[in-house]
């Protein structure tokens, strides 16, 4: 073989090889980009399931929350509800605060019709006798019975009602804290803690944080217990309630 035809095979044989490596790359990039692909897809497809399984979760626990917290409730709550929804609505509007009145009625008497208490509050609305015989003749209602659970709960829903009629306009928050702290120790109180609040610089119209620090004179315990009157309704029971409306 001539010293020419030997270049000439030698140049072949390394394009062959040049050739044999290109195509090895081309199959390796080849290889990678399927891969690549196939990863991305999993990857995509491995996120969805999350985010579906994620779903499912908080839908189950929302679930479960909203099942325990109808279990919390007193079985006499679910007796009564369409009852009190009607007469809230009647006295109040359609977006009266039903879920308050429950939560209201759930302090009082854990909605027991028989409760009477130390000082002798009786019924669901825990009225004392005076107060029922007053309210009674406020609204000329002859048979006078706070046991009764009707009468109990258009008494507790009426007297909300006139309180709050007699208290400052203010957010409605802050307004039916006012209504359940003059249900609970008396308007003249509340009234008096107000213009307290009023003397020492402020608008008068909120009482958490405001009208709530004022003490017009009450003992201590009757101060402590007429300022966790509301709090407790609005903040922990009302929330159980929410599903009433009115929140």
């Keep these: 073989m001539t010293e020419l035809a030997a270049t000439a095979v030698n ?5 062959d090889r040049r050739d044999a ?3 090895r790359l081309q199959r390796r990039d080849r290889r990678d980009a399927e891969s690549a692909e196939k990863s991305k897809s999993f990857k995509s497809f491995a996120f969805a399931l999350l985010c579906v399984l994620c779903v499912s979760a908080v839908s189950a626990f929302e679930a479960v929350n909203s099942v325990s917290a109808a279990d919390n409730l007193p079985r006499a709550a679910v007796k009564y509800r369409a009852e009190l929804t009607r007469i809230a609505h009647a006295e109040w509007g359609i977006d009266a605060p039903v879920a308050v009145f429950a939560a209201q009625i759930h302090q009082e008497s854990g ?8 000082v002798g509050a009786q019924g669901m609305a825990q009225f004392m006798p005076a107060t029922a015989a007053w309210w009674c003749g406020l609204k000329g209602v002859k048979n006078c019975a706070p046991t009764n659970p009707a009468w109990a709960l258009r008494a507790l829903v009426g007297y909300d009602r006139w309180l709050w009629h007699r208290l400052p306009a203010a957010p409605a928050n802050e307004r039916l804290a006012m209504t359940l702290a003059a249900y609970n120790g008396g308007l003249g109180w509340v ?3 107000r213009a307290l609040a009023v003397q020492a610089g402020s608008a008068g119209v909120a009482w958490f944080g405001d009208i709530e620090r004022h003490n017009a004179g009450r003992s201590a315990e009757n101060f402590a217990e007429n300022r966790a009157y509301p709090r407790r309704i609005l903040h922990t029971l009302r929330p159980r309630y929410a599903a009433w409306g009115g929140v």
Excluded: F, M, T
């Design 11 to 15: 140049r072949l044989k390394r394009r």
């Design 21 to 23: 490596a290109v195509k």
């Design 111 to 118: 909605w027991n019709p028989d409760a009477v208490s130390r």
């Design 191 to 193: 009234q008096r803690d």
